[in-house]
């Protein structure tokens, strides 16, 4: 008997332990620093708080938030309050559009290049702007079928997709001033949009380095046209292989930078400005897509157009449109705080118009 009581006291200790043990456990775990905040996709607060009133005297500047994702777009899980979320990008484009100050940023005539970069669906009665660099080619993709040229996505040929004699999607400029004046003012419109500078590290990537579609205008035409004005200037060889970033960086925040564009033509919707692709201040747009909340704005912009039940946009690959501060700080290293300021003050309408952060850590 008197085993049998030693034997429950013992379990009785070995329980308590082990309750203790568990809790200890509990208390001092702690998640990877791989893992901290860092999903595949996630959402952050909107910053829109954070621009002055339009009324403020000189340059509009918001304060800098934390934030390791440069998007602009509801919490994680909110999807059902999206068009809470755009109502607020509307209102952050209009106090800035209505900022006098920065009226040389914000607006643009609607010239035929603008036009141009509008792509119409009358049987939808729906307008898309392209802005390249910003999952432009899967919209694309998607007018195409609603224009019923293809019956689904997976089947258009990549080679169609940007062949504009053959990928049956008409352009507002192809229409008549009435025409165009009716769908302006009655069609669903919308484009999307990416951080400024990341789009632009995208844009040199595409074209000056890797050229998977083969384009070889932007190296034989283009690149040399840069180097030859920009690289010697500043004591760089012109030799050199190559466009180099700093190269790049430095035409662009060039503001005589219009001689260059005016011969390059149209290959330069890969790098101006949102507000000279779709001008935003004055075309009052349906809807505002961000690259880095996609997947969520995506299906979101399809039903308030009311086409999601006929098409899907195309899957994204987790994490791809996140945004990516370390690529971005590689990029810039080694390029004067003078280049970069030149650059930000060209696209800073841009910044402030679709809520991006100023990119204090590469200006200050």
């Not at 109502?87 to 035929?112: A, D, F, G, I």
Request: charged letters at 25%; proline letters at 7%; hydrophobic letters at 35%.
């Amino acid at each position: 008997m008197r085993q049998h009581w030693l034997l429950l006291g013992a379990c009785g200790w070995v329980l308590l332990i082990l309750m203790f043990a568990s809790k200890f456990i509990n208390l001092n775990f702690r998640v990877p620093e791989d893992y901290k905040g860092k999903p595949a996709l996630s959402w952050t607060a909107p910053s829109w708080k954070n621009i002055r009133p339009p009324a403020a005297q000189g340059t509009v500047k918001r304060k800098a938030v934390p934030s390791k994702e440069g998007s602009v777009g509801p919490p994680s899980g909110q999807h059902a309050d999206w068009s809470s979320v755009e109502r607020r990008r509307q209102e952050l484009l209009q106090s800035v559009c209505q900022n006098s100050s920065m009226r040389n940023l914000t607006h643009t005539p609607l010239s035929k290049f603008v036009l141009d970069r509008i792509f119409v669906c009358d049987k939808h009665k729906i307008l898309f702007c392209q802005t390249p660099k910003v999952g432009n080619t899967q919209w694309k993709k998607v007018f195409i079928v609603l224009n019923g040229a293809f019956p689904s996505v997976a089947e258009i040929p990549e080679s169609i997709v940007h062949d504009h004699e053959k990928n049956g999607l008409p352009r507002l400029s192809s229409l008549t001033e009435k025409e165009i004046t009716e769908r302006l003012s009655t069609y669903f419109k919308f484009f999307i949009v990416r951080d400024p500078f990341e789009r632009l590290i995208s844009a040199f990537k595409d074209k000056f380095l890797q050229n998977p579609r083969f384009e070889p205008w932007y190296k034989h035409n283009i690149a040399p046209a840069i180097i030859r004005k920009y690289r010697k200037v500043h004591g760089g060889s012109t030799g050199a292989p190559g466009l180099r970033f700093e190269d790049f960086v430095r035409y662009l925040g060039d503001p005589g930078r219009w001689r260059l564009d005016r011969q390059f033509g149209d290959h330069v919707i890969h790098w101006v400005t949102y507000v000279e692709l779709c001008a935003p201040c004055d075309i009052a747009y349906s809807a505002i897509g961000h690259h880095e909340t996609l997947e969520h704005d995506a299906p979101s912009i399809l039903q308030a157009a009311g086409i999601d039940q006929r098409i899907s946009y195309p899957d994204i690959p987790p994490g791809i449109t996140r945004y990516n501060r370390t690529k971005v700080e590689q990029y810039f290293t080694g390029i004067s705080k003078r280049d970069i300021r030149r650059l930000y003050a060209r696209f800073q309408g841009d910044f402030l118009l679709f809520g991006y952060e100023r990119p204090d850590f590469l200006l200050d």
